[in-house]
């Protein structure tokens, strides 16, 4: 059983009233242009949702894993493209408040209370994806400030961002060894956008190449220690998974099967409903237990998080939470298309977009294969 708190039960309401009212009737259309939903970014700011993490003395909630899970959810029912634009914000921001330092959260803090910022988690490069530790991008010490020279790709929200948190090469040692963390502003002279992916799914959720040129980024902007960087993408950074791919992935199996339900009870063939027909049944009843069983597993995950249980507790059922939620979506999905026939393979019905949803998410914010390294590694030790 999942236990809300009353703020969280209002802040639920409000989120499902807004993804109702305003998010799903723009979902077909933002997937067909494939454009970032500008409208949809000023109404969340102005409920609240792009600076949820923030504290309250700031503007915001202080929310909780709990929370963002939720929040992730209810609109990822409609829209995972729009939802994701809350997850990166939010993973940004989450990071400055667990690893950042007083004076940085007193400067940025301020710059999100206003809760119309974007952030942008970066560390793909062309030639590190699943191996993260094999990044090339560098940034040099130079006075005051890093000078950044690199390619970052496959980055989410990436032109559409006022805000970046980087992960770049600054010393000595192979691997993880020598890597930190920085906080990169828009406008940044040196720093510009290349290539726009044109992506199957999670349309309208844009996926750009960054390029860095010389870039200048104050030193003060450096997230943690020099080379510590590794230790926050672990220790911080992909705890998003959560709330990031798990909870993404959570809400479009949820719209699915609710979508598949309803149109399962009004589409009559041979003289009554296909839901009323067994291989039907037994279908729904498959999607319900993929779905229920990813939920439990997502908010018992977060409940660990929020009470502050061990990483190395932690770490792994993050990871499990990732794979059978992505993978259980993918499942249930592909099930809604079968159920709508001929219809579901149309896009005048929301399940093949759904479909296309839940395959990006199963390969972004970690592959679920490398989910599975880190699982078996938390049982067996590495061998």
Known sequence: MICLTE??????????????????????????????????????????LLNLVLPEEYGGVNANTTTLCMVIEEISKVSP????????????????????TEEQKKRFYPRFSSAD????????????????????TKAVLDGDSYVFNGTKTFITTGEVSDFYLIFVRTGPGERAKGISAFIVEKGTPGFSFGKKEKKMGLRGSPTAEL???????????????AGEGWKVLTNYGNLMRIWGAASLSLGIAEGALEYALGYARERVQFGKPIASFQAIQFMFADMAMLTESAKS?????????????????????????KCF??????????????????????????????????????IFDGTNQIQRVIISRALLGKL
Do not use: H
Request: charged share 25%; with cysteine.
């Open 297 to 321: 597993l997502i908010y018992r995950t977060s409940a660990m998080i929020d009470r502050g249980e061990p990483f190395s507790t932690v770490e792994p059922m993050v990871s499990m939470a």
């Open 117 to 136: 910022k974007l952030c942008a988690f970066v560390l793909t490069e062309p030639n590190a994806g699943s191996d993260a530790a094999s990044i090339q």
């Open 81 to 100: 493209a729009c939802a994701i634009m809350v997850f990166t914000t939010q993973s940004l921001i989450n990071v400055l408040r667990r690893g950042g």
């Open 211 to 225: 390029i860095f040129e010389n870039a200048r980024v104050p030193k003060e902007n450096l997230v943690g220690k």
């Open 7 to 48: 703020e969280q039960k209002m802040i639920q309401e409000m989120v499902r009233r807004l993804a109702k009212e305003k998010v799903a009737p723009r979902a077909a259309e933002i997937d067909e242009k494939d454009e970032f939903p500008w409208d949809i970014a000023r109404i969340f700011g102005e409920n609240g």
């Open 325 to 362: 939620t992505t993978d259980a979506a993918m499942k249930v999905t592909t099930d809604a298309v079968q159920i709508l026939g001929g219809y579901g393979y149309t896009k005048d019905y929301p399940v093949e977009r759904m479909m296309r949803d839940a395959k990006g998410v199963q």
